[in-house]
Nanobody, 123 residues
Framework: VQLQAYGGGLVQAGGYLRLSCAAS????????VGWFRQTPGKEREFVAA????????YYADSVKGRFTISRNNAKNTVLLQMNSLKPEDTAVYYC?????????????????WGHGTQVTVSS
C-alpha cells in the first residue's frame, strides 16, 4: 500500500483545514488508518485513528472536539477535518496504515507510512 497525505497549508489560528490520505496499490478496506504529526526536535505523536470499518475512532486529548477523522473505503480515502486550529497544531502531518485494522495510538502497529504534509497555523 502506498499512501499520500495532502491538504496541508498555512492558516490563521481559529481556521480549518482538511487533510486527505489516499491509498494506492491495493484496497485498504481492512486497514486501520492513523494520523500522526511531528515538529522539529520532537517525537512523532499520535493525532487520530480510525479502524477498518470506520466504526471506531480515537483521538489525542489535544485535538479531541476539534478534529474529526473519517473514511470512504469506496474511494480509498481517509480524511482529517481540523477545526479551531491553534499555533501548537503546526507540524508535519503523516498518515499511516495498519493492515490488522485495529486502530491504535501506537506508532509501532502501523506498517505503511506516507510522506507528510505541512500544516502551519499562524497566531
Amino acid at each position: 500500500v502506498q499512501l499520500q497525505a495532502y491538504g496541508g497549508g498555512l492558516v490563521q489560528a481559529g481556521g480549518y483545514l482538511r487533510l486527505s490520505c489516499a491509498a494506492s496499490g491495493r484496497t485498504w478496506v481492512n486497514y486501520a488508518v492513523g494520523w500522526f504529526r511531528q515538529t522539529p526536535g520532537k517525537e512523532r505523536e499520535f493525532v487520530a485513528a480510525i479502524n477498518w470499518s470506520g466504526g471506531s475512532t480515537y483521538y489525542a486529548d489535544s485535538v479531541k472536539g476539534r478534529f474529526t477523522i473519517s473514511r470512504n473505503n469506496a474511494k480509498n480515502t481517509v480524511l482529517l477535518q481540523m477545526n479551531s486550529l491553534k499555533p501548537e497544531d503546526t507540524a508535519v502531518y503523516y498518515c499511516a496504515a495498519d493492515r490488522l485494522g485495529r486502530g491504535s495510538s501506537s506508532l509501532s502497529v502501523y506498517e505503511f507510512w506516507g510522506h507528510g504534509t505541512q500544516v502551519t497555523v499562524s497566531s
